[in-house]
């Protein structure tokens, strides 16, 4: 096999760290730009050897509409050449949406096309153009805000197991002179000319600059990113088994940390725990620095019992008593409920997602300690129906079993450290006079069951299977 040495650099990439296995199908993605082009090449030269097919997929961002339509047929024309299936596509209405930058939509925008594309042909991987510069300037611009080993690992090679980075090891010299030597042209981008965004300062000023005192400036970044790589992976892993301990509760976009565990855990680590929560919540650590951790890390240590902040897009952190919740967006505020009930059987209640079940047991049946703290035994005969099951309201009072006078809910909430979310969530069991059962919690002592009670209310509050 007689293959150029940066075709011979890719191979060994792509053996190396197992990109890509006999069969698969990947989406090269193409702009038409040096980086894409060579990618194309290379991955051509390639396909028997590693026993792959091909398909080429471009994006239209619609940004420069000359320049994009330009590159559009560009590509149209190359897939072509290589006898290649095309996919491509045009975006619309790419704006800058509150929050975001214009590069981060069109970048959720093209992994989106990507993914429409995978699911579409079947396909196993998608192939993308990052070489050893665009590694070295990813690495400074981490450094520069303040990043640690993780944003020093840079780019990864592979990520999720299906987008893949052949070229990670070859240098954009390197690419130029591959593509010269096969003659082949490529696209100019405009806009990385432009140095209003910040990876062009670095790659037209910095990087010049530091090449000027060491040469080899970029192949060292690049090693370094790869070394930092390694021991990242390491220590994640750690962070992993760590969260996996310390976690409570996991649920659709929430996790339930305990403070306790977390608090004892040396600060280092306890600050990786927090960025695993973070991952495994949003999927990604995008626009997640070392002040969004520490902010995470300072709730902790607050002294008020109740607290919370903010991080990018809409994931909450909120330390209530002894537990750390991470949540996507805020918990929706659940409006006032009340439900009439009539008489004994089954009702679901749709703002909580549970059931409350109400039936007459024997007496036989009683026991001074219920099965489950979800489970409550009262007198059937003091009850004066019809029932309501309802919400917390500000200014409920009722009389706890074993007390002689009455306390406000509130006040047990605090006791039993019931955060302010869950408290709208906490269901309430009342007649026309009393509330019975603050369920989950304790009955009045008023309709308990004594030796005189001849009828018993089982109530028991359990989540919904609908």
Not at 183 to 204: A, G, H
Not at 236 to 254: D, F, P, Y
Request: glycine share 4%; hydrophobic share 40%; proline share 4%.
């Amino acid at each position: 096999m007689n293959l150029h040495p940066t075709e011979k650099k890719v191979l060994c990439t792509i053996l190396n760290h197992k990109m890509v296995q006999d069969g698969d199908l990947v989406v090269v993605a193409v702009s038409g730009g040096a980086d894409s082009l060579c990618l194309l090449r290379i991955l051509s030269e390639l396909r028997d050897t590693l026993d792959m097919s091909l398909i080429v997929a471009h994006l239209n961002h619609g940004l420069r509409p000359l320049e994009d339509e330009k590159e559009t047929e560009f590509v149209a024309d190359l897939a072509g050449e290589f006898n290649l299936p095309l996919a491509q596509e045009k975006a619309h209405n790419l704006l800058k949406v509150p929050g975001t930058s214009l590069e981060e939509e069109a970048r959720i925008i093209r992994y989106n096309f990507f993914e429409k594309i995978l699911s579409e042909h079947d396909a196993q991987k998608v192939a993308l153009g990052h070489n050893m510069n665009d590694q070295a300037e990813t690495v400074i611009m981490n450094l520069l805000r303040g990043s640690g080993l993780r944003g020093l690992s840079g780019i990864p090679p592979i990520r999720e197991n299906r987008y893949i980075r052949p070229l990670i090891q070859v240098t954009r010299d390197e690419i130029h002179a591959y593509l010269k030597e096969k003659n082949m042209s490529f696209i100019v981008d405009s806009s990385n000319l432009e140095k209003k965004y910040l990876r062009n300062k670095i790659r037209l000023d910095l990087i010049p600059l530091l090449s000027s005192y060491q040469p080899r400036f970029i192949e060292h970044l690049g090693e370094l990113a790869s070394l930092c790589r390694e021991k990242n992976q390491s220590i994640e892993e750690e962070a992993r088994n760590c969260l996996k301990k310390a976690t409570l509760h996991v649920s659709q976009g929430v996790i339930d940390l305990s403070i306790g565990v977390v608090k004892d855990l040396p600060t280092s680590t306890q600050f990786d725990v927090i960025r695993e929560a973070i991952k495994q919540i949003r999927g990604t650590l995008r626009r997640i620095n070392g002040e969004h951790v520490k902010a995470v890390s300072d709730l902790i240590n607050n002294p008020k019992p109740q607290v919370r902040t903010n991080l990018p897009e809409k994931l909450v952190v909120t330390k209530t008593y002894e537990r750390l919740r991470f949540a996507t967006d805020a918990e929706v505020e659940i409006e006032d409920f009340s439900y009439r009930i009539e008489r004994m059987g089954s009702i679901h209640i749709p703002e909580t997602n549970q059931v409350l079940f109400l039936e007459e047991v024997t007496k036989r049946d009683f026991s001074e300690s219920p099965p489950s703290p979800h489970v409550a035994l009262v007198d059937l005969d003091r009850i004066e129906w019809p029932l309501s099951v309802r919400n917390f309201r500000i200014g409920d009072k009722f009389m706890p079993l074993g007390l002689k006078g009455s306390k406000k809910v509130k006040d047990v909430f605090i006791d039993k450290k019931i955060s302010r979310q869950e408290r709208k969530r906490m269901l309430i069991l009342a007649d026309a006079n009393n509330i019975i059962w603050v369920c989950g919690i304790r009955i009045d002592e008023r309709y308990r069951v004594r030796g005189s009670t001849r009828r018993i209310l089982r109530c028991e509050v359990a989540e919904s299977v609908l």
